[in-house]
């Protein structure tokens, strides 16, 4: 068996360890050290350092992760808005709002009941006012869809932003510590 004179990196004294001796515990200041064998050289750390060093790596890692959480959490929400939109009369997609849907369903019966008037008065035949019922009837029906669409939203939303601050608040804590 080989032995090899090492220092103390808690006190400065010399050790003497063999090439098996992995850990060992300094005879003068107690301070618990790693032997590390090298091609070239054989060393001491001290196993405190070491341990430090773990921790913030831990932290760091709980960091990251919760950054991780975060990022996966803006993507999933951007996915699951879609569902929420709508699409305008030209392709145009938006968020639908109860107000919107109100004004534009307003809008269309508004149109049902004069095309209706207009036809009676012009003495059209009975199937032709029928038109003007189909527009108030798919008025409403617009009408409850996108308001229950912008409250479902609303809601999905909320839910979105709690989370998403419970992360910023984690992700500030964890920051703190290191």
Not at 102 to 126: C, E, H, N, R, S
Request: aromatic share 8%; hydrophobic share 40%.
């Amino acid at each position: 068996m080989k032995i090899t004179r090492v220092c103390c990196q808690g006190c400065g004294a010399n050790l003497e360890v063999d090439e098996t001796i992995r850990f060992v515990t300094c005879n003068y200041c107690q301070a618990r050290l790693e032997v590390v064998h090298d091609a070239s050289t054989t060393h001491t750390r001290v196993l405190e350092e070491i341990r430090e060093d773990t921790r913030r790596m831990a932290d760091n890692l709980r960091v990251i992760e919760l950054q991780n959480d975060l990022e996966r959490l803006d993507r999933e929400w951007e996915s699951r808005k879609q569902g929420f939109m709508m699409e305008g009369k030209h392709g145009h997609r938006h968020l639908p709002t109860a107000a919107g849907s109100i004004a534009g369903g307003m809008f269309l019966i508004v149109g049902g009941i004069v095309w209706i008037g207009f036809t009676v008065k012009m003495g059209a035949p009975a199937f032709f006012p029928l038109f003007g019922l189909l527009f108030i009837g798919m008025a409403i029906y617009k009408m409850i869809e996108g308001s229950s669409k912008a409250a479902a939203h609303g809601q999905a939303d909320e839910e979105f932003n709690l989370r998403r601050s419970s992360l910023l608040r984690k992700i500030a804590e964890e920051k703190r510590k290191n």
